[in-house]
């Protein structure tokens, strides 16, 4: 009986608000569409339009999940993504256009698929001017993992939010961090997450 109810109320169209709710709350995205950090000369694409579609594609990978009772492994391993022509553009996906959702398979020939391909999580634990890695692999540990790292050192200089003038890659910047003994034990942890979320 219970699992029939549930199978029921899975089917309910407000059963969204269990994706929307739970989806996008878990993967720190609920704000998304209020995000206007970007620094629109470098993301001028990175518009309301944008940020809606990324949002919606989270809800609609949940609710899929749930209505479907696909396995827990999608969750990391799914090859497909909901877009519309929009998020279709954003993605490099060919032949999709207009307001109309769709499931587009083969989604990892485009770098996407599964919440780690979610362009939503990406933007959100990024920061205004370019990627950053440490903020991500802090993400993948905390959300993912489950484990909570210390709040790094008080002392501890900030990364530039933008690579130029000192002719030092995102990777070089980070690697500073990891020199000093009370850095390394959290950047070995989630460096080497956050560097294979980089494009």
């Known amino acids: 009986v219970l699992a029939a109810q549930t199978t029921r109320l899975l089917k309910d169209p407000k059963a969204r608000g269990l ?25 001028p694409t990175f518009n309301d ?5 990324l949002f919606e594609e989270s809800v609609r990978f949940f609710q899929h999940l749930f209505r479907e009772g696909r396995p827990m492994d999608e969750l990391l391993t799914a090859d497909y993504v909901f877009a ?11 032949g999709l256009t207009g307001p109309e959702w769709h499931k587009v398979e083969g ?14 999580v990406l933007a959100q634990e990024s920061g205004a001017s ?17 484990e909570k790292l210390p709040k790094p050192p008080a ?3 900030q990364l530039p939010q933008e690579e130029g003038g000192q002719e030092l890659t ?9 020199r000093l003994p009370e850095c390394a034990t959290c950047h070995v942890r989630i460096d080497p997450f956050g560097f294979a ?3």
Request: hydrophobic fraction near 35%.
């Open 49 to 53: 339009e944008l940020r809606e579609a």
């Open 84 to 94: 519309n022509g929009a998020l279709a553009k954003h993605y490099g996906i060919p």
């Open 107 to 120: 989604a990892r020939k485009f770098g996407r698929g599964g919440v780690l391909g979610l362009g939503g």
């Open 170 to 178: 995102v990777r070089e910047l980070t690697a500073s961090h990891t």
């Open 197 to 199: 979320l980089e494009p």
């Open 19 to 43: 994706a929307l709710e739970f989806g996008t709350r878990w993967l720190h995205i609920r704000e998304l569409r209020r995000n206007r950090e970007k620094n629109e000369k470098l993301f």
């Open 155 to 157: 002392n501890v200089p």
């Open 130 to 146: 370019r990627p950053r890695p440490v903020l991500r692999g802090n993400w993948v540990v905390d959300t993912l993992l489950g």
